[in-house]
């Protein structure tokens, strides 16, 4: 048996219940991952609410961690028992001592590595690394806004901007949280419970405005966001931690100029193998050379984990959040 979160019904973090488990054998092509650590993200609260819904109840939860691996199904040529492995995506179910995915949703861990520090990272610096590299391949000298900068994907995103010669302008709600995101090398931080973003991003730039917004709160930033950018600038919608984007009417990117619009997953872009692969590496490369750090701010034991999302959920968080089984 094996301990693990587990969610009969969607809803507040009282649904959450720490059971013992007979843990699943991998079948072919898969492996068991013996956690050592899990990480803590936004999505496991919006499929716990129901916003995302889970593919069947009761359900697992989390698509995070790193640990060794336990065993291995047919098949799995790759990995062996006692490997260092980490991933991000796959069925919910990672918040678990043991956890059984698909083998081509988990990677090696090079030494240098840890798995605190894997499962602190993965899911949002692969999701850093797609926003922009790929989203929008930033070049240098670029100026764009990220909202939610002191939190676990913004820390990575300050300091990832910078290594690439970008001013990240990030928003945050607290003059505590602004001194992170400058420390993680944001260009400037703007407090967007008091200060009125938009003219503040316009006296930042001198009136040029942004590349690119990246945008993770939803439904309370939207509009702000899109009155941030220069023409044909481009918003990337990528989170609802304020609640879902809805009723848009496309006409609004024609008003606010030419705007360009995307709502992208990390499953959009992690969607074979290879992909995967190379953006790990290169996310792997950026920590290994000390260009990104991983700030653990937060760790509570896997029984807590509904604890851990009310912190999250409450803004009472900064960087990274993991869960030890
Ligand atoms: N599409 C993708 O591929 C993808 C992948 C990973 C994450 N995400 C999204 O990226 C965002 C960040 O994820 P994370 O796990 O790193 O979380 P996080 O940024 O550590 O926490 C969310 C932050 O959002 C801010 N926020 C603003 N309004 C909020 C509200 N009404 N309720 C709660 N928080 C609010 C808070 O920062 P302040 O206190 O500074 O406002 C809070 O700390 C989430 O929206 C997540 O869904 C998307």
Redesign the pocket.
């Known amino acids: 048996m094996a301990k693990r979160i587990q969610f009969a019904r969607t809803g507040g973090p009282e649904v959450l219940e720490f059971v013992e488990a007979a843990p699943v054998e991998p079948g072919p092509g898969e492996v068991t991952v013996k956690n050592q650590a899990v990480g ?7 499929f716990r609410t129901g916003l995302y819904p889970a593919p069947g109840l009761p359900s697992g939860l989390g698509t995070e961690g790193a640990g060794t691996v336990e065993a291995v199904g047919e098949g799995v040529e790759d990995l062996a028992v006692g490997d260092r492995v980490a991933y991000a995506q796959g069925p919910l179910g990672a918040y678990a001592e043991l956890h059984t995915l698909p083998a081509e949703k988990v990677v090696t861990l090079p030494d240098a590595i840890d798995c605190e520090t894997a499962a602190a990272a993965m ?2 610096g ?2 850093v690394q ?2 922009l590299r790929q989203t929008y391949p930033l070049q240098g000298g670029e100026t764009i806004l990220w ?9 990575i995103a300050c300091q990832w901007a910078r290594a690439l010669g970008v001013k990240l302008i990030g ?4 003059p505590e ?1 602004a001194a992170l995101a400058e420390g993680n090398g944001a260009w400037a931080t703007i407090d ?2 008091r200060e009125d973003v938009v003219e503040r991003v316009r006296e930042l730039t001198g009136g040029e405005m942004c590349d690119v917004v990246y945008d ?6 939207w509009e702000l966001s899109l009155d941030c950018l220069k023409k044909r600038g481009l918003m990337v919608s ?6 879902p984007v809805e009723g848009v009417n496309l006409g609004i990117l024609n008003q606010k100029g030419s705007l360009y619009v995307t ?7 992690a969607d074979t193998r290879e992909r995967l692969e190379s953006m790990a590496s290169d996310l792997f490369a950026m920590l290994e050379s000390g260009q990104v750090t991983i700030d653990i701010a937060q760790r509570y034991p896997l029984a807590e984990a509904g604890k851990a999302q009310e912190a ?10 993991i869960l030890i089984p």
């Open positions: 803590l993200n936004f999505i496991d609260i919006y899911l949002k692969l999701t797609y926003l909202h939610a900068a002191a939190g676990g994907v913004g820390s928003t945050v709600s607290s949280k967007y419970t993770s709160v939803g439904k309370d930033t990528f989170g609802n931690a304020s609640g709502r992208p997953s990390l499953n959009g872009y999250l959920a409450g803004r009472k968080t900064t960087g990274s959040t």
